[in-house]
């Protein structure tokens, strides 16, 4: 080697030295000769023959100067792909060669394709979570359960939020507002929840008493939300509101059946005259007829039976009271 | 100590920026709990004696938005990632202290399509692809709006990629004063404008 290349590579060796006192370990041995210096390029390829010059020996990786109690936030602070110089663990992923085994970590593709979350270790997740409970507020402890929700905050909003990968951010799903108010918490009377419920028809569920109102035609969430408690409003003022064409409501439209002024207790008084007439009792006026007991029971029967549908109760109901009406016991 | 130092380095990462830094806290207007608010989030006059009091956070007039429920639907297409997924959420809201109501896995869906082989011609050869769908649903249990807030940022951010989610929000609220009473009784004269016309 000549004179003044033997100090470029010396005064090369000296600065390599100082940058890599931490990197030398013991099992590393002592820095070789000036002529194979590792991690230098060397700049001179004049000695074609000496192959060993040209080559290049890794430095170890990190895992070996890791420690076992090393605080492993500091190594995957953040969301990274997988490093397998940085993960000291023996990973092996991959389909195995033929009567072998699955291919090592280095060099492993299906490693750094699949998502790691090496960032987010159990104490990573504890630091992070200590940091952001300042900014947590507590639920009222006086709502502890859903009825207490219910009786004070009645109407329930659902709105749904997308979060997905792709060319945009937005979805045209995320602006429809779901709004649902029991009709038992407004406050309606008879006439005015009646009318209601034919005015929104399917949107009320008659088990649960759940009013749905499903709006999606503005293009902003906010929109539809004003746009639904708007509805809300204007259903609840006209629903209180009589109009003049509501007296024609005939007896096919009622949602339930009223026995008072209908053909079944037009029959009954009949009967029940016709039979006082023949057995010439003193004339009985219809008022004392209906608030007799026999046709009290009777009436019962018939409401039960054509509002409950037809049960083994209620039909055993209608009987007895049929048989107390016009006076047969015998029968079984 | 050291995790708001952690914290703050994140905060100058690239996965938390600014906006945690700016976090506006809503106070809750009704709440049998005031003195706990009051006590913890002080105004700036008494931070010489509660030191501890993290300045970044300010506290607004708002009245607190109230969450009945979470639910996050997560999507996928590997089940192992999901369930690493699931365990980061699951202990995330344990760790703010948030009610996890129910964990369960949808079963999953797939969708087959069958193509030809072959550029041109060949119609009897098809190549079949499958696209395999995995679900997880976490349902987290009376949420109020910062709370609710902070977790859903915390746990999108750290989704990982090829997952989607979807969060449903169940806000309840109180009726609006314009419901309360009919407004026929108070307004006389339009009624009787009404009826004439």
């Known amino acids: 080697m000549f004179q003044f290349e033997k100090q470029a590579v010396a005064e090369n060796m000296m600065s390599a030295e100082i940058y890599y006192q931490q990197v030398v370990t013991s099992s590393w041995g002592s820095l070789n000769t000036s002529d194979e210096i590792s991690g230098i390029h060397t700049v001179s390829t004049r000695r074609r023959g000496r192959m060993s010059q040209l080559i290049r020996s890794h430095i170890p990786p990190r895992t070996e100067r890791m420690a076992v109690d090393q605080d492993w936030s500091s190594v995957y602070p953040t969301a990274a792909a997988f490093k397998p110089a940085s993960v000291p663990l023996p990973i092996r992923m991959g389909y195995p060669v033929k009567g072998g085994v699955p291919p090592p970590k280095e060099g492993n593709l299906e490693l750094i394709k699949i998502p790691n979350f090496l960032h987010l270790t159990p104490p990573a997740i504890k630091k992070h979570c200590a940091a952001l409970r300042d900014f947590c507020t507590e639920w009222p402890s006086a709502l502890d359960g859903d009825e207490k929700c219910e009786q004070h905050f009645p109407v329930e909003i659902e709105t749904v939020d997308y979060v997905s990968a792709g060319t945009s951010i937005r979805n045209p799903k995320a602006r429809i507002v779901t709004l649902r108010v029991k009709l038992s918490n407004l406050n309606l009377d008879d006439h005015a929840k009646k009318k209601l419920i034919k005015l929104v028809g399917k949107r009320y569920c008659k088990d649960t008493d759940v009013l749905t109102i499903i709006t999606d035609r503005c293009p902003l969430r906010r929109q539809n939300y004003d746009y639904g408690i708007h509805l809300l409003t204007v259903l609840y003022h006209e629903s209180w509101k009589t109009e003049a064409w509501e007296s024609e409501k005939t007896e096919e439209d009622m949602e339930e059946y009223i026995w008072e002024n209908s053909s079944s207790q037009k029959n009954a008084l009949d009967t029940l005259l016709q039979i006082k007439a023949t057995e010439n009792v003193s004339n009985v006026t219809k008022e004392e007829l209906l608030a007799s007991e026999v046709v009290r029971n009777y009436r019962n029967s018939v409401i039960a039976l054509k509002n409950e549908g037809e049960t083994e109760s209620n039909m055993s109901q209608y009987k007895e009271s049929v048989k107390k009406l016009l006076n047969i016991q015998a029968l079984p | ?197």
């Open chain 2, 1 to 197: 100590m050291a995790a708001r130092c952690l914290w703050r380095r994140l905060c100058q990462g690239s996965s938390f920026p600014v906006s945690y830094a700016s976090r506006v806290m809503q106070k809750q207007c009704f709440l049998p709990n005031m003195d706990l608010v009051g006590g913890r989030f002080s105004g700036s006059h008494v931070h010489t004696e509660e030191p501890k009091t993290n300045p970044l956070v300010s506290i607004s007039d708002e009245p607190e938005v109230l969450y009945r429920r979470l639910s996050l639907l997560v999507k996928g297409h590997d089940r192992a990632v999901l369930d690493s997924y699931e365990y980061f959420a699951v202990l995330a809201a344990k760790e703010l202290g948030i009610t996890v109501e129910k964990v369960h896995k949808p079963p999953k869906k797939i969708e087959r399509l069958t193509l030809l082989k072959s550029v041109h011609i060949y119609k009897k050869h098809r190549v079949q692809y499958e696209m395999r769908t995995h679900y997880t649903c976490l349902e987290l249990k009376h949420l109020t709006g910062s709370t609710a807030a902070v977790y859903l940022e915390y746990v999108e951010r750290n989704l990982p990629e090829g997952v989607a989610m979807e969060v449903k929000k169940t806000k309840i609220e109180k009726i609006p004063e314009h419901i309360q009473e009919p407004v026929w009784d108070t307004l006389p004269q339009v009624e009787e404008a009404e009826v004439k016309s």
